[in-house]
């Protein structure tokens, strides 16, 4: 996921990638501990995502004076 897509996107659509991004590593995080997969490195991307996107929503919420 790019921060220039992010920034595009509305305060909604954000908060929808959010659940979204959370959903999946909270199913990660199920099939991890059942041993059902081995693709390890999907939970840091989307641990990664997760702190772009809310990132990006805090930057919206608080804007920069110049």
Same mark, same amino acid.
Request: glycine share 0%; no cysteine; proline share 0%.
């Given at each position: 996921?790019?921060?220039?897509e992010l920034r595009s996107k509305g305060m909604e659509?954000?908060?929808?990638?959010?659940?979204e991004l959370l959903r999946a590593q909270f199913s990660l995080r199920m099939q991890l501990s059942t041993q059902q997969?081995?693709?390890?490195?999907? +939970?840091?991307? @989307? #641990?990664?995502? +997760?702190?772009? @996107? #809310?990132?990006v929503m805090q930057? @919206?919420?608080i804007p920069v004076g110049n």
């Open positions: 996921m790019d921060t220039k659509d954000l908060r929808t990638e959010l659940k997969t081995n693709k390890t490195h999907e +939970i840091r991307k @989307v #641990r990664r995502d +997760i702190a772009r @996107v #809310r990132t930057q @919206v919420k």
